[in-house]
């Protein structure tokens, strides 16, 4: 193994300190002394706090996501449930869907529907195929809306 500041080997037809394109051996960097790697065996789990977002990874947006596509947005299910839009929102965002209790069967049924799309067992190539359909059609939806906008 090389000391610090060792040369390797000298360019032919060069001069001693010069590595070739004007690069001088003062000019590389030191190489770094070696960092001690700690033992996997102190490595241990730790339990994750309740509430945190790591927790609900995707489930707020699930829930969210099948309300817009029932009702269109936020707005119009608070409107629909006569609550202010900007306090439902605030609640979706913080994870509180208590309000949905009072959704009609259609709403429920979406949201569950959209809840069985994204953490269901998808064990039968059908029911992956049927969870395709599915999306696509939400895809075809969201392009029809932009469609209308843009019109």
Request: without cysteine.
């Amino acid at each position: 193994m090389l000391e610090q500041g060792e040369r390797v080997a000298q360019v032919p037809h060069g001069h001693p300190d010069r590595l070739g394109h004007g690069i001088h051996m003062s000019s590389l960097p030191k190489p770094v002394a070696s960092v001690p790697v700690p033992s996997l065996e102190d490595i241990r789990p730790r339990p994750v706090k309740a509430g945190l977002p790591s927790d609900a990874i995707g489930l707020n947006a699930v829930i969210t996501d099948a309300v817009i596509g029932h009702f269109g947005s936020v707005k119009a299910a608070a409107l629909t449930l006569t609550v202010d839009p900007s306090l439902m929102m605030r609640e979706f965002r913080d994870g509180k869907f208590g309000r949905l209790d009072a959704v009609d069967d259609a709403a429920k049924a979406a949201i569950a529907h959209a809840l069985i799309d994204a953490f269901g067992p998808l064990v039968t190539p059908e029911a992956r195929a049927r969870k395709a359909v599915r999306e696509i059609r939400r895809w075809l939806d969201d392009l029809d809306q932009y469609l209308e906008h843009a019109s």
